[in-house]
């Protein structure tokens, strides 16, 4: 299962190859600034701030809802726990009683 000189070459040079396009392209672009487009007329770019359907001005924002109280962190830990740590007892079981029950 050793890999040939000649496989190993080629290799080098295509990881070479991918290297040196990297290096030659990374900050050579000159990206132009657009402004935001949010489905409306914008109104003040820097606020992020739009004319909405209803001709009403509208800041945009992000929003996450992360349901802390039903998939959080502290809920979870407790039910995954046990769910894992029974699943590796019944995998340590089966691999004893499938070895001549070691146990």
Known sequence: GAIDLDNLLIMMFIVLALVLVFL????????????????GVGIDFEQRSFR?????ITKAGQ???YLDA?????????P???ICITI???????VCLQM???L
């Open 52 to 56: 909405d359907s209803l001709s009403g």
């Open 88 to 94: 590796m007892v019944i995998g340590l079981l089966v």
């Open 70 to 78: 039903w998939f959080g962190e502290k809920v979870l830990v407790l």
């Open 24 to 39: 030659v392209r990374f900050g050579r672009e000159k990206k132009r600034k657009v402004d935001i487009y949010m489905a």
């Open 80 to 82: 995954a726990n046990i």
């Open 63 to 65: 929003r996450n809802w």
């Open 100 to 102: 001549g029950g070691l």
